[in-house]
């Protein structure tokens, strides 16, 4: 059974550029969640998709998108990118909502 | 809304010292509690999980119980490691999303 994979694991993109991030669920796992993670802090939830569908948004503007595919995969896209969204991005699958997450390894975003 | 608050760090122990990170929630339904741990530059991992009132979640010795008179979920462990060393996240889920507390760091000494 493979895990949460991420890709790239590393990325730099300049201010007001447009970025996407990929994520391939958990086998089996039909909900994908992405997180924000800022340097010493926890993770802030930024959307879920279940089923192709957005199921839940956190506060995040609308230049942060995302979709989900067929086989569950998902991407995030973070268009117009500020100095403010560098970060961690977790990708996390659940087997279905609201049941415990499994996260990958996450995506490290650098903005200059 | 929905919220988390986690014992501030950093945390430093001695090998074998006794383990307790306090959690305390905020959360109008009934939420499922966890822990999750992160080790230097990886995502994070499921430590343990409760889904009702007391409820023990319990995994590599480490344990915490749903308390929800109190809407505390403390981990504890009774023996730590240099292995343990790492970044603990208290977390709940009550609807479609998840919330996490802002992270205890714990160094264990030799």
């Known amino acids: 059974e493979t895990g949460v994979t991420q890709s790239p694991t590393h990325l730099i993109k300049t201010r007001g550029q447009q970025v996407t991030l990929r994520c391939s669920s958990q086998?089996?796992?039909?909900?994908v969640s992405w997180y924000q993670q800022a340097l010493g802090q926890g993770p802030q939830f930024i959307f879920q998709?279940?089923?192709?569908?957005?199921?839940g948004r956190g506060n995040f503007p609308p230049r942060f998108s995302g979709l989900q595919f067929p086989n569950y995969s998902s991407e995030l896209n973070v268009n117009a990118l500020e100095l403010d969204d560098s970060a961690l991005y977790l990708c996390?699958?659940?087997?279905?909502?609201?049941?415990?997450?499994?996260f990958g390894q996450g995506t490290r975003l650098t903005v200059v | 809304g929905d919220s988390v608050t986690q014992m501030e760090g950093p945390v430093t122990l001695s090998e074998e010292a006794f383990l307790t990170i306090n959690c305390t929630y905020t959360?109008?339904?009934?939420?499922?509690l966890f822990w999750y741990v992160q080790y230097p530059g990886e995502g994070l991992q499921l430590l343990l999980k409760?889904?009702?009132?007391?409820d023990k979640g319990s995994n590599k010795g480490f344990e915490a119980t749903y308390r929800k008179e109190t809407t505390s979920f403390h981990l504890e462990k009774g023996s730590v490691q240099v292995s343990d060393s790492a970044v603990y996240f208290c977390?709940?889920?009550?609807?479609?999303?998840?919330?996490f507390g802002a992270g205890t760091r714990l160094t264990v000494k030799p």
């Open positions: 409760a889904t009702k009132a007391d």
């Open positions: 998709y279940y089923r192709e569908e957005e199921n």
């Open positions: 977390a709940l889920s009550d609807r479609n999303d998840m919330r």
């Open positions: 996390a699958s659940s087997l279905r909502v609201n049941t415990e997450a499994f």
């Open positions: 086998s089996g796992h039909n909900t």
């Open positions: 959360a109008t339904g009934y939420p499922s």
